[in-house]
């Protein structure tokens, strides 16, 4: 019995003939993203959190396929620069939102601008905020950023709960909602993140102490005739990148969280990664593959510049070969290295694959969260192309940088 929309889709569960078929196409290193898959998660998160409000936090994956299926599925979106806010307004976004972490100037003009046209609300995490929003006249939504001092995730550089940086300091959060109330803002709601990855039991207790302190924080609020709509707790749910680590269970996930949530406001949510990442994969094709005493490695032509994340976080992302037959190869443990000319330019270490040869392709696994986005162009290296599928077709979305493309901007 195959189980109608997993908790998880492996990079084992993809068919491998239709990757190659892609990757033959179009040209590697390529990107594909399956619409479908993030439909699939977004119906059990809504499963899950039924009255909850849900924003997809744009910044994992924001693709106009990926935007405009979230979209119709009537999930907000949580947007961290004017140009995300655009983006998610031309995808078809009801309900956008600015998490404003030190808004540039031009930023907040632009938002503004655009909320001349759609309903936009605008996170503030610092009292100077406010004030630039008055100079704007801003009179729409706000709401406030908290810094719970409690953070989870899966490294230390996305632990955002706990770092100064991000929103007003919860023993201070009550009187800046009182000030902002006083000043004529219309404070909608509350916000905190506790951090990106959260799987781990003790990355758990560390959102559910979130979720309590801002329910705490509601209630004085509320205690002061300040109705608030929405407390949003923020993202960061997780999934396994390892085919030993075990899914999210969401549903555990929403219990505790209703639990711990006492507040008389509507509980809101603003998952990225848990969305889109399993919906992605990047395929790369070997171009070198050299022994050496340590390690045989596998050059391919994918690196830190198509897919950050190994060699930002050290995270770990699963590898695949794509050959149609294994036949007659033995398997090695390989290095597979990028074409980028840093050490750090490595997707993975250690891994057991058949011997790869010139021409393979491999697959990349849980590359649809936070991989295309953080592409760059270092050493004038033109970002990929991505592919959607939905339903049998698929079809480029977004065409490969060229070398052109490059000088575009120069004058
Ligand atoms: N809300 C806020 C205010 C955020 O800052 C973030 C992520 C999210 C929601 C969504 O978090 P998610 O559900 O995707 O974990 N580039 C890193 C992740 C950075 C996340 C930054 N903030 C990575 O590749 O792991």
Do not use: Q
Not at 62 to 85: K, N, Q
Not at 247 to 271: C, H, K, N, W, Y
Not at 282 to 306: F, I, N, Q, R, S
Not at 375 to 402: F, K, Q
């Amino acid at each position: 019995v195959t189980t109608a929309n997993p908790p998880v889709r492996r990079l084992a569960d993809w068919s491998a003939d239709r990757l190659r078929e892609f990757a033959d196409e179009h040209g590697t290193p390529l990107y594909v993203v399956d619409i479908e898959r993030v439909r699939e998660n977004a119906a059990r998160l809504r499963e899950s959190f039924p009255d909850a409000a849900i924003d997809y936090a744009v910044k994992a994956n924001a693709r106009t396929p990926v935007l405009a299926a979230i979209a119709e599925v009537g999930f907000g979106a949580e947007c961290a620069s004017a140009g995300e806010v655009v983006r998610a307004c031309e995808a078809g976004f009801a309900d956008v939102r600015y998490t404003a972490v030190n808004p540039p100037a031009r930023d907040l003009d632009r938002v503004v601008e655009c909320a001349d046209e759609h309903e936009i609300t605008i996170t503030v995490g610092a009292l100077d905020t406010l004030d630039a929003l008055a100079e704007r006249d801003w009179s729409g939504e706000i709401y406030v950023r908290v810094n719970p001092g409690v953070g989870a995730g899966h490294h230390e550089k996305v632990r955002t709960g706990a770092d100064p940086k991000f929103g007003i300091p919860i023993d201070r959060a009550a009187a800046a909602v009182r000030d902002a109330d006083e000043r004529g803002f219309a404070v909608e709601g509350l916000h905190a993140h506790a951090g990106s990855g959260i799987l781990e039991t003790e990355d758990l207790a560390a959102h559910r102490a979130l979720v309590e302190r801002m329910s705490d924080l509601a209630d004085e609020i509320a205690a002061a005739n300040i109705d608030l709509d929405t407390v949003s707790v923020g993202g960061g749910f997780g999934v396994p990148y390892r085919d030993t680590e075990a899914p999210l269970d969401v549903d555990t996930l929403a219990r505790a969280t209703r639990e711990a949530f006492s507040a008389d406001a509507r509980l809101g949510i603003e998952p990225g990664r848990y969305l889109v990442a399993d919906a992605g994969v990047l395929l790369a094709e070997v171009t070198t593959v050299k022994p050496t005493p340590e390690t045989t490695v596998v050059g391919v032509d994918a690196g830190m510049t198509t897919l950050a994340r190994p060699a930002l976080y050290d995270a770990f992302h699963e590898i695949r070969s794509l050959v149609a037959t294994v036949e007659g190869r033995e398997t090695v443990a390989a290095t597979v290295a990028g074409p980028v000319c840093e050490s750090g330019d490595v997707l993975g270490r250690d891994r057991e694959l058949p011997a790869p040869e010139r021409g393979d392709f491999l697959a990349v696994g849980n590359a649809g969260a936070y991989g295309y986005e953080m592409a760059s162009t270092y050493n004038s290296r033109p970002r990929p192309a991505i592919v959607a599928l939905d339903g049998d077709g698929g079809e480029l979305c977004v065409r490969r940088e060229t070398i052109a493309d490059l000088g575009r901007l120069e004058r």
